[in-house]
């Protein structure tokens, strides 16, 4: 079945060490999204891609990055995690042809950061 | 720009009740509207979707949505509740013109179904 799969499932990274967490997907979207989602909150959309178009959301921290080195692949990067970084990061797809198709997401990182 | 209130960040209801989760919103032009379901520690799941053709929009699980553009509204309701769809519902909103179909996130309404 087409998916988008996150890796790992759950992560544990010290304090200030560089961690990366990896998307893929086999529906061929052209759009890969990246999500933010603390405890009980709504998911904030960090950056996006629109096929090897970066786009930044004004107020996600330098400390994120992304990259895209494919149409299958998505990786995260947090240079210097720290405590307030620990959430669930949701890596989604789309594309924008169907703009109304709505998202597909994968199962989510968690992060927790010690 | 746009949004989406979802009122009440809690629901109970029995098993079998009616689910009735509401979600207004606002756009300054015509909205796609989305409503998710996300279980403890798993993505979101698409339940369904409005893209301006019919008004009321059939989901999976046996959900419906109704848009109704005079009250901005997008709620979403389920005849009879089971205990299989307690979780997460998040509402979201993108407009038809926006750049790489980017959505808004409700605060979501925990669904908690009572045996």
């Known amino acids: 079945d087409a998916m988008v799969i996150q890796n790992p499932r759950y992560q544990v990274t010290q304090f200030g060490k560089p961690v990366t967490l990896s998307c893929s997907q086999t529906l061929n979207h052209n759009v890969m999204y990246w999500y933010q989602q603390k405890s009980s909150q709504a998911p904030k959309l960090l950056f996006h891609y629109y096929d090897k178009d970066f786009n930044n959301e004004a107020d996600t921290p330098d400390n994120f990055q992304s990259r895209r080195p494919n149409t299958s692949f998505c990786f995260l990067d947090i240079r210097s995690p720290g405590l307030g970084d620990a959430a669930m990061y949701l890596c989604a797809t789309s594309r924008v042809s169907q703009g109304a198709g709505g998202y597909t997401f994968g199962s989510g990182t968690r992060l927790t950061v010690v | 720009a746009q949004s989406v209130t979802q009122l009440g960040s809690h629901v109970s209801v029995s098993e079998g009740a009616l689910v009735l989760l509401r979600c207004n919103y606002s756009s300054s032009v015509p909205p796609y509207l989305f409503w998710y379901v996300q279980y403890p520690n798993q993505g979101l799941q698409l339940l369904l979707k409005?893209?301006?053709?019919?008004?009321l929009v059939k989901g999976i699980n046996g959900f419906e949505a109704e848009f109704k553009k005079s009250e901005t509204s997008f709620h979403l309701t389920k005849p009879s509740a089971h205990m299989s769809d307690a979780a997460e519902y998040f509402c979201?909103?993108?407009?038809?013109?926006?750049?790489?179909?980017?959505?808004?996130f409700g605060d979501g309404t925990t669904l908690t179904v009572k045996p």
């Open positions: 979201a909103v993108s407009d038809q013109n926006t750049n790489a179909g980017k959505s808004t």
């Open positions: 409005y893209t301006s053709a019919a008004t």
